[in-house]
């Protein structure tokens, strides 16, 4: 079974800044390369309409693929996030709605998860976290994501649902898709505050230590977009954005940088 991996497609804001058709590329890709399933960890355009409306044209394009899909946080850029995170669950293919079995012996458990501030440096405190601003950066979630509790608390409804499923599912091998960091190992430190800080808004622990807890085979990824794909923990760790044209992209085309970014994994 051919399972393709991409995320932090940025389709609004990528086809802009390159001037290229980029959903029109991807599926040129899948129409070529005809994958079974297609996996999305989470920023696949800005805003839940736009991301339903991407998802729904792919799975109908491609019945042969199944297209699998979590939320990150510019998909609920919307004045609810709880109303958007609902919204995107409208897409049947969201892992949103509860594991998918790929066969007897493979299912794909995952959300979009949040981030609690694990990651984070121990010199700030919660409230400094908590109100995202460095220097005179704001982290744009604070402008355009608003949930009803705080980042903690969000986080933390997002790990017991995770949890729920992982224990639901033992006796299979188990991919994990979340788009947020699991493990501090694939943040960058850069030793400057004024990046640093941020890295508190990359992810939690707590779904790393799911990961270990319940021996899942594989943990996919995005939000940072750089680009992973190496056994840690005895799991096999895939992060792999297309991130932002032209700064974060290798070629200088996106049918180039799209064709080659993709990543198929066989199970
Ligand atoms: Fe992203
Ligand atoms: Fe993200």
Redesign the pocket.
């Known amino acids: 079974m051919k399972i393709a991996i991409l995320?932090?497609i940025?389709e609004g804001l990528n086809r802009k800044r390159s001037g290229s058709d980029v959903f029109g590329l991807l599926q040129e890709w899948l129409d070529q390369h005809e994958p079974d399933v297609f996996i999305i960890s989470?920023?696949m355009a800005s805003g839940p309409e736009k991301s339903l409306g991407l998802l729904n044209r792919l799975q109908s394009g491609f019945p042969k693929t199944q297209v699998l899909y979590v939320h990150?946080?510019?998909d609920v850029y919307h004045e609810d996030a709880v109303d958007a995170y609902h919204k995107l669950l409208q897409f049947g293919g969201n892992l949103g709605n509860g594991p998918v079995d790929l066969n007897e012996e493979w299912v794909v458990i995952g959300d979009g998860g949040w981030y609690d501030y694990t990651l984070g440096m121990e010199e700030f405190t919660d409230e400094q976290f908590s109100a995202g601003q460095f220097n005179d950066f704001t982290w744009p979630d604070k402008i355009h994501v608003h949930w009803p509790e705080n980042d903690r608390a969000i986080t933390g409804k997002y790990l017991e649902k995770l949890e729920n499923w992982l224990m639901a599912n033992q006796e299979k091998n188990i991919i994990l898709v979340n788009h947020f960091v699991p493990f501090a190992h694939f943040l960058q430190v850069k030793n400057d505050p004024a990046w640093d800080f941020f890295n508190a808004m990359m992810g939690s622990k707590g779904v790393g230590q799911l990961a270990e807890k319940y021996g899942v085979q594989k943990m996919i990824f995005?939000?940072i977009?750089t680009r992973y794909h190496e056994e840690y923990k005895g799991i096999d760790c895939i992060c792999n954005?297309l991130?932002y044209f032209p700064h974060e992209w290798v070629h200088d085309t996106a049918h180039e940088e799209i064709g080659s970014t993709i990543k198929v994994i066989e199970i």
């Open positions: 995320s932090d940025h989470g920023d990150g946080n510019h995005g939000h977009h954005p991130g």
